[in-house]
């Protein structure tokens, strides 16, 4: 056995043994997936772990300073999430205060909060909630007399969430007692499956929320002097629901985070599967327990992706508002750590989608894709270029947006521009035809010129947009288009009918090379 094989498999120990999964008890899909992912460095080693874990506390630190805030209070609920998220704050600086609050808890799971505390050297608060959780049960019954009483499914989850929202609220005053902010504790893990309370478990700053529950976490927690019997502890929500975080689920969070990653995976390089199809393209039709814990996975990722998205916000129907109000915080308010342009460099998921498709046509016929664009300004080829392993389907683009830059790289004549303005089919052939001139390497050009608003410009309203496409040895075609909404709408709305235009004009190429 090789030096790397023998690290690989002494990872695959001990993330089985921190993962609470015996040696021998994944199924066979998950054996080989979990495999796969440590070569793919998707469940890191410690050496890399210990990296992670001074980024977020140095993250942390950041914060402290840049909000100019030092105070942080949570909820010791007795688990190892929070036990963590006080270590990781502490060790970043913070003053760390946490409570415990327990409402008809395990004494146990109580005494390992205090313990916890004690350990990581945070002042420490008790309050039992118990009266209190009652008193609302009993004032509640006046509207529905089976909120205390009723033993099923449904009942116990209302009783755990007001349960987890009079200790949110607890938190919440005594943040505002101390002039801090309240800690969040929840995992990546718990994120996906939905495994939270809205407005219960969720606070202002989540220091572990990019963390996997089955690895990443207990890992941590050894690593920050969390107490063995917090990190070694069986996930409870402590909420009375159900039997544990993992029984609630339907799958263990070693089988959860490896699935996840698989779907993942499988999502970026194919993203309109289908959830019919997904147990196929994953490779489980020979393991059935693979296939049941999919879909649960599915299931509950169905049922809980509204909690991601909390709170559903609709667009305004003429202007873009939150994206400037987004902007106006990033410019003179947020503190810089939490700055990201990850924003600017994403597309829907049909979009994603949209343009896989057009990729793999292009690449099964062995050809390539130039794009000219005036109002997107790039956008189309970068939503290309977003798709894995594009470079044998992308030869480039033409950002083409002023009337000069048309002439100049392109080759149209001054006097078309001039005559019918750039906001024309024959102007948009023309770039589709003069893109292909000047990249020999392309095959299917696709052409844009349009007016994204939000006002008129040179005789066209805004929402006005042509699409022009041209494979090699054939003529170009313009289809004009209105699009609705402000300017992201039809720059969206633009994408779209581009991508699909290249198709089209891939599939007529190839009805005629037929």
Known sequence: MSPGAETAAA????????????????SPWFEARLEEQLAQDLFLPGREL??????LVR??????????????????????????TAALLKAAGWRVIGLTLPIEQDPIETERGVEACAALGLEHLHLDLSAPYEAGIASLASLDGRIGSA?????????????????????YDQA??????????????????????????????????????????????????????????????????????EAQIGATYLEWDILIFALMAILRDEPDLSTQHLAFVLGM?????????????????????????????????????????????ARLFRPAVLKTEAAMLSFSGELQAMANHLVRALEARG???????????????????????????????????????????LGLPEALIDERTVYDPEVARRMATGA???????????????????????????????????????GAEAVEHRFDGGPEQVIAATLRAALEAGRLALARDAGQDG
């Open 11 to 26: 990872l695959k120990t001990e993330i089985l043994d921190l993962a609470r999964q015996p040696t021998g008890a994944l």
């Open 50 to 55: 210990e990296a992670v874990r001074q980024k």
């Open 59 to 84: 993250d942390l630190a950041d914060y402290r300073t840049q909000a100019g805030i030092d105070t942080a209070v949570l909820g010791m609920s007795g688990g190892v999430d929070s036990a963590l």
């Open 151 to 171: 033993d099923d499914a449904a009942h116990r989850t209302r009783r755990g969430n007001l349960r987890a929202r009079l200790r949110m609220m607890t938190l």
């Open 176 to 245: 505002h007692r101390f002039g801090g902010l309240v800690a969040s504790t929840d995992n990546f893990s718990e994120l996906g499956a939905g495994f939270w309370t809205l407005h219960g478990d969720v606070g202002d700053l989540a220091p572990v929320q990019s963390l996997l529950k089955s690895w990443e976490v207990p890992w941590m927690a050894r690593a920050s002097g969390v107490p063995e019997r917090t990190w070694r502890a069986m996930p409870t929500d402590g909420l009375g629901i159900g039997g544990g975080d």
């Open 285 to 329: 039709d020979e393991d059935r327990h693979a296939q049941l814990v999919l879909g649960t996975v599915l299931a509950r990722l169905a049922a809980t992706w509204h909690k991601r998205a909390n709170p559903i916000r609709l667009d305004h129907p003429r202007t873009d508002r939150y994206g400037p109000l987004a902007a106006l915080d």
């Open 367 to 409: 050809q390539k894709l130039v794009t000219a664009e005036s109002c997107t300004a790039g956008l189309l080829a970068a939503c290309v270029a977003q798709v894995p392993a594009c470079s044998d389907a992308l030869s480039g683009s033409f950002v083409t947006y002023s009337p000069g830059m048309k002439i100049a790289a």
């Open 436 to 474: 292909l001139a000047a990249a020999p390497e392309a095959w299917l050009a696709i052409a844009i010129t349009g007016v994204a608003g939000p006002d008129d410009d040179q005789g066209k309203p805004a929402g006005w947009v042509c699409i022009a496409t041209a494979c090699r040895g054939s």
